[in-house]
């Protein structure tokens, strides 16, 4: 069973590179851009699932996280990401969240049809974040955001497809509970290529070489140790790992 995997470029963020490592080990006070990517991915009979889906809107980036410059053009739409691939929001029946953070989960409505699967303890934590306010970014929503919250557990309630630990979606396609790591119910989806096995990795890893290859985890994380066990986990299973918010996924992801 081999499924084909195109990234979609969702939008662009101006962060610390901070984020990429460790923090506490880290001096480096610089800043970039970074891509918000989501996944399309289209099984052998042609059916489109898609992972992630980027923001809901990049001024409550700033307003609301307390982030730096974050921007989507009208070819970043989710929308017009998925016409490059001839695929109509209406089309795709699966829409899986790696996690809740607002750069994943902001545009769930935008997918019409889809049943929308997310770990359960993500929604509890998106729901009741531990971020204090006093915390110069992501403050007390910790990069939840709540209006994402409010519409998965009211208009679109019907549609969300709660799963708890891992699980076999579709042949093929397993998502896997990395409990702690850089959320408390962050998944990552293994998919079964031509390639071999590509980890969606949300952003338990934010630069291969780094995180996976040198063993230093990024700089958010809920449990160090859980954080740690996740990416050598990760670097084991897969022979391909696909982070969200690295340039380099927009070529290595297109698999098929
Ligand atoms: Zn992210």
């Not at 996944?39 to 980027?54: K, N, Q, R, T, Y």
Request: glycine share 8%; hydrophobic share 40%.
């Amino acid at each position: 069973m081999n499924w084909r995997i195109r990234p979609l470029l969702l939008g662009e963020a101006e962060v610390p590179n901070v984020l990429d490592v460790f923090w506490s080990l880290s001096t480096d006070r610089g800043r970039s851009s970074v891509p918000i990517l989501g996944f399309l991915l289209i099984s052998p009979g042609g059916e489109p699932v898609v992972v992630d889906c980027g923001m809901r809107d990049p001024k409550r980036a700033v307003d609301v996280h307390r982030l730096g410059p974050h921007a989507c053009s009208p070819e970043q739409s989710l929308h017009a990401q998925l016409a490059l691939h001839g695929v109509k929001p209406a089309d795709v029946k699966t829409l899986i969240l790696t996690h809740l953070h607002y750069d994943h989960a902001g545009q769930c409505a935008q997918l019409p049809s889809a049943r929308i699967v997310v770990q359960r303890t993500e929604l509890m934590a998106a729901a009741a974040p531990m971020g204090p306010s006093a915390l110069s970014i992501g403050g007390k929503s910790l990069f939840y955001d709540r209006a994402d919250v409010a519409e998965l557990v009211d208009p679109l309630w019907d549609r969300v497809d709660l799963i708890e630990g891992d699980v076999t979606l579709l042949p093929g396609l397993d998502c896997v509970l990395y409990a702690d790591s850089h959320t408390p119910g962050h998944q990552c989806i293994y998919v079964q290529t031509a390639s071999g096995t590509a980890a969606i990795v949300g952003d338990i890893a934010r630069k291969v070489d780094l995180n996976i290859g040198q063993a230093i985890p990024p700089g958010i994380y809920y449990d160090l140790e859980k954080m740690r066990r996740a990416l050598a986990d990760i670097g084991r299973r897969a022979g391909v790992v696909l982070p969200t918010h690295d340039w380099d996924t927009m070529e290595r992801g297109k698999i098929g």
